[in-house]
């Protein structure tokens, strides 16, 4: 069985930084792409950053390109966020998410986290 | 604003068919397929349609998806009161460097 856990979110002041990690099992973790997507409270979805299986290609949204890092560990299986210079609007629940192939594009989620909520005071 | 545009909400009654549909580009639905996703409140979302029109073994035939040039639509026949949830599509877009996309969702109630 697939499974995704989030952890390290919480609470955090606006321009300091915080690290998301997502525990991947029940699938070979390198040989797929990978994501975050994030979602404020009561809003919709956003696509926040994908890596590819081998890393070779990963992209950022606009709204955070320049203050998030996404990485992984094939070997411990793992996915990372790390997350600089925390906006308010960066508040949101944040899900670590799979993808069907080795690549990021066309996007196919199919396995998604519980999630993990960031909140960026003033 | 998304750059996939959907209607912020649709409703039918059970048993009948309703359409929910997602408005892009040449850069994105134009040029790459498109997926659905279904999210029950207080849930993660779950994927219903890849590659366009393809299902995950376990998701119903009930739900279909097609595109159309920069369209994309997510049919939803024989409406149960269990689709009651919200409805992203999304898709991959090759501007300003490539970046995945998706759209401002779809509230379906289940009258």
């Known amino acids: 069985e697939v499974q995704l856990v989030e952890s390290g979110g919480g609470l955090v002041q606006a321009g300091r930084s915080l690290r998301l990690s997502c525990a991947a099992s029940?699938?070979?973790?390198?040989?797929?792409?990978m994501y975050w997507v994030r979602q404020r409270p009561g809003k919709g979805l956003e696509w926040v950053s994908g890596i590819t299986w081998n890393t070779g290609i990963i992209r950022y949204a606009d709204s955070v390109k320049g203050r998030f890092t996404i990485s992984r560990d094939n070997v411990k299986s793992f996915l990372y966020l790390q997350m600089d210079s925390l906006r308010t609007e960066d508040t949101a629940f944040y899900y670590c998410?799979?993808?069907?192939?080795?690549?990021?594009?066309?996007?196919?989620?199919?396995?998604w986290g519980q999630g993990t909520l960031v909140t960026v005071s003033s | 604003q998304s750059v996939l545009t959907q209607p912020p909400s649709a409703s039918g009654t059970p048993g009948q068919r309703v359409t929910i549909s997602c408005s892009g580009g040449?850069?994105?639905?134009?040029?790459?397929?498109v997926s659905w996703y279904q999210q029950v409140p207080g849930t993660a979302p779950k994927l219903l349609i890849y590659n366009s029109n393809q299902r995950p073994s376990g998701v119903p035939d009930r739900f279909s998806g097609s595109t159309s040039g920069t369209s994309a639509s997510l049919v939803i026949s024989g409406l149960q009161s269990e689709d009651e949830a919200d409805y992203y599509c999304a898709a991959w877009d090759d501007s300003l460097n490539g970046r995945g996309l998706f759209g401002g969702g779809t509230k379906l109630t289940v009258l």
């Open positions: 998410v799979k993808d069907r192939t080795s690549m990021i594009m066309p996007t196919t989620l199919d396995y």
């Open positions: 029940g699938f070979n973790f390198g040989d797929y792409a």
């Open positions: 040449t850069s994105n639905i134009g040029h790459n397929t």
